[in-house]
């Protein structure tokens, strides 16, 4: 079966090998296990790969990733409360649902500007990030845009783009929960310094 | 749709979750690459996944995993060669089609002989193994287990079952190519100076 690479169980393990974080061995090794727990693992994924093919939708309000037109979180009341955050992917997004300390609504950019990669504005939901500023009245922009410099440069751009018009933030940056000053880089310990608060 | 656990989206991320060499935050990231790829990747893996769950099965001759009912190795004349190489895991027999080394034929155990989880020879298929040494005339079989407590013991035993009958060989043991001494275990450099040879 090994050296038949029409067979299924070969296709099989080439489809896995392209998932983020597993490599060639590593799918071999996950698809032995899913054939072990056919019943257990292999029919109910492959069923909820089928489901989420069909069902998963891009949100067209907000970019997130969900399986109605306009996603749950759009759609709850409670979450119109003037604060929008702009994050670059729908995994920041999940990240901040997680922490569960922002009770906005979100803007996913999907992406970071790129001159290199033609990535303009039109490509980052920019000018509809515009429109939902006026439209959803909101009263705070926070830019949660990652700390690289591609982020920080498209969040330079939206700060521009929104000035004037709304309470513009950013993240705060210091020192991690749990960071050891040693193991963190001098940009951040510069940041943490410059940002200290008395205690 | 974070919120909501019954989400056809959160299912496929917890049954992700569940694979060797994937947790929960990377079984997100998988989920969200497939999404973004859903016609190039999400689809056609589903469908790969309702196909295999369909048609993989064990040989019922060496245990080998593939699509039929005897495997290709077992039904391959040229591969009746008289060798019988004796393998823990289906893992175990694709790593060694990979070294192309070995043009005979398997006998995979699906484990190691265990007192402490109530595994018996009968759980083994070394009945079988002592079957097929007659039954396909086999002249050597080569023991290639584990080189751990628990493979070795399995090695022991089945040697003293098919002691007289055929000719027995373990895999050799001694320095991996590539390998430095300086990263080795002792028990290793024990082997490999013990079985060295003159050149």
């Known amino acids: 079966m090994i050296r038949n690479s029409t067979d299924e169980i070969e296709v099989l393990i080439a489809l896995m090998a392209k998932l983020p974080g597993l490599g060639p061995r590593s799918a071999r090794r996950a698809v032995l296990h899913l054939i072990r727990k056919r019943a257990l693992l292999l029919t109910p994924l492959a069923d909820s790969m089928s489901e989420v093919a069909l069902s998963a939708r891009e949100c067209l309000n907000c970019g997130n990733v969900g399986t109605s037109e306009i996603c749950d979180i759009c759609t709850d009341d409670r979450r119109a409360n003037g604060e929008l955050c702009v994050v670059e992917d729908v995994g920041d997004l999940w990240a901040m649902e997680r922490a569960g300390v922002f009770k906005g609504r979100y803007h996913v ?16 939901r920019i000018p509809r990030l515009v429109d939902r500023v006026t439209a959803e009245a909101i009263s705070e922009v926070i830019l949660a845009l990652n700390a690289t410099i591609d982020g920080q440069t498209t969040a330079h751009y939206i700060a521009d783009q929104l000035q004037d018009q709304v309470k513009l933030t950013t993240l705060a940056q210091g020192v991690p929960i749990g960071g050891e000053l040693d193991y963190l880089d001098d940009g951040t310990i510069t940041a943490a310094m410059r940002a200290r608060k008395e205690i």
Chains 1, 2 share one sequence.
């Open 109 to 124: 950019l999907g992406g970071t500007l790129s001159a290199l990669d033609a990535i303009g504005p039109e490509e980052l």
